[in-house]
């Protein structure tokens, strides 16, 4: 079960669309889930894991936020925990710019907090549009 936000500018015209939140079903794991990962990403895990058992893998889809450029992005963030006792997270970082991702935890609250992508003001403003899963 997910959310969609559309997240808009009251001072420029940028609006873009977010899926947000689980992504799939959470069953036992299967090697496809990995798909949903960005392929160089999918790479980065195989060669930290490499033969390691895998115990669970948990992702949801995050809205994130780059420190450096302020884009927005949602992002399959990944949580899979292996071998021994060790967790290995799947990367934010923006693919524009390489710089820190911030996830944006209860956007409704912090939406004020964000700078517009576009425009860099803080005027977006956020509506929820459906349910998905
Ligand atoms: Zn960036
Ligand atoms: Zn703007």
Redesign the pocket.
Known sequence: MGAGYRIRCRSCIYSSEFLLGIGGDPSPFYDHEFTILHPKTRKQVKSVIGHEPIHNIDYEYQLIS??????LYSRPIMEIKYGDGQVFTTNK???????Q?KVIKNLEDNINQLKCPSCKQKTLEVMNFMLWD
């Open positions: 780059c420190e450096k450029c302020h884009i970082n923006c693919s524009q710019c390489k710089g991702g």
